[in-house]
């Protein structure tokens, strides 16, 4: 079965540093373009970045870049989000998602979401 | 970044009804349009890719069509566990990847 286990959500300051893991199974990893997407309380979805399967091309939102960086570990198969200087409005649930097709090289539709895990910025 | 706009916001209907989802983006996408489902707590479930193709496992009664700047989610006959809210995305041009706001469809 494909899936996505997200986890290192958590509470944190604004200002601070958190990392988020997914990790994924039941599919060849590192030939797919990975995703993170979040969505805010009571909100809609909102595309943060991607990754190429190789982990060579990554992608950012405009409103997360030179703060978030996003990874992957293929031997372990395994997506990271490392977030620095979080800020209250980055509070949200955070998905990570899996390409339709492998290998493209380009963004497709999102066939595989994992359940998400709660970042929450606040003193 | 394109914008996508859908509509209406809510969408209150009876089952056995048909449910009609606008999404309009600001720019053509050409056919690079997909459609998700989400119920709450859940995460999206992807209904609909590249305007009118079915995703693996979704019932005959979703369907998309459209082209350019103008698409249409089709429900044909609603049942009691499609209320859910229902995005739209592009990936026609990104970075960013972008969703639509949204439209909530509640069944009487």
């Known amino acids: 079965e494909v899936q996505l286990l997200e986890s290192g959500g958590g509470l944190v300051q604004p200002g601070g540093s958190l990392r988020l893991s997914c990790a994924a199974s039941?599919?060849?990893?590192?030939?797919?373009?990975m995703n993170w997407v979040r969505q805010a309380p009571g909100k809609g979805l909102e595309w943060v970045s991607g990754?190429?399967?190789?982990?060579?091309?990554?992608y950012y939102a405009d409103s997360v870049k030179g703060r978030f960086t996003i990874s992957r570990d293929n031997s372990k198969n395994t997506l990271h989000l490392q977030m620095h200087s979080l800020r209250v409005e980055d509070t949200a649930v955070y998905f990570c998602?899996?390409?339709?097709?492998?290998?493209?090289?380009?963004?497709?539709?999102?066939?595989?979401w994992g359940q998400g895990t709660m970042v929450t910025v606040s003193s | 970044e394109i914008v996508l706009t859908q509509s209406p916001a809510t969408l209150s209907l009876s089952p056995g009804e048909r449910a009609t989802l606008s999404c309009r983006a600001s720019?053509?996408?050409?056919?690079?349009l997909a459609w998700y489902q989400q119920k709450p707590g859940q995460a999206p479930r992807l209904l609909i890719y590249?305007?009118?193709n079915r995703a693996t496992g979704i019932p005959a009664r979703f369907s998309g069509s459209g082209s350019g700047t103008d698409f249409t989610l089709t429900i044909s006959s609603l049942e009691p566990e499609d209320s859910a809210v229902y995005y739209c995305?592009?990936?026609?041009?990104?970075?960013?990847?972008?969703f639509g706001g949204g439209t909530k469809v509640e069944i009487k």
């Open positions: 995305q592009q990936r026609f041009l990104w970075p960013p990847l972008t």
């Open positions: 998602a899996k390409d339709r097709v492998e290998s493209s090289g380009v963004e497709d539709a999102f066939d595989i």
């Open positions: 990754i190429s399967g190789s982990g060579g091309s990554t």
């Open positions: 720019q053509s996408v050409s056919r690079y």
């Open positions: 590249d305007a009118s």
């Open positions: 039941g599919f060849t990893f590192n030939t797919y373009v």
